[in-house]
Nanobody, 119 residues
Framework: QVQLVESGGGLVQPGGSLRLSCAAS????????MGWYRQTPGKQRELVAG???????YYGAFVKGRFTISRDNAKNTVALQMNSLKPEDTAVYYC?????????????WGQGTQVTVSS
């Protein structure tokens, strides 16, 4: 059993910063990719950022240099530093990790953390 627990969400004013963290616990094997998605009511979940086991990083087009993803393989954690936040960044943010289980990839998701950007 694998659990992902996010932390760091909250209310922030436009232009402010937040740092999200996600820690994996349980029967952890061969973590491959780690990433963050977000979702607002009535919309599909969208990619925010991802980081592969080799360290390559990719971001959603809307990020435009404002966010930075990082991972700590020793601690099985992934973080998302978000700067210059905008009201449209308001969403529930989910972390995800892909692990190789039984010879194939399996995606695990956290429960989500609310980020609200408002004055």
């Amino acid at each position: 059993q694998v659990q992902l627990v996010e932390s760091g969400g909250g209310l922030v004013q436009p232009g402010g910063s937040l740092r999200l963290s996600c820690a994996a616990s349980g029967s952890i094997f061969n973590i491959n990719g780690m990433g963050w998605y977000r979702q607002t009511p009535g919309k599909q979940r969208e990619l925010v950022a991802g980081i592969r086991s080799g360290g390559s990083i990719y971001y959603g087009a809307f990020v435009k240099g404002r966010f930075t993803i990082s991972r700590d393989n020793a601690k099985n954690t992934v973080a998302l530093q978000m700067n210059s936040l905008k009201p449209e960044d308001t969403a529930v943010y989910y972390c995800t990790m892909t692990m190789i289980v039984g010879g194939g990839p399996h995606d695990y998701w956290g429960q989500g953390t609310q980020v609200t950007v408002s004055s």
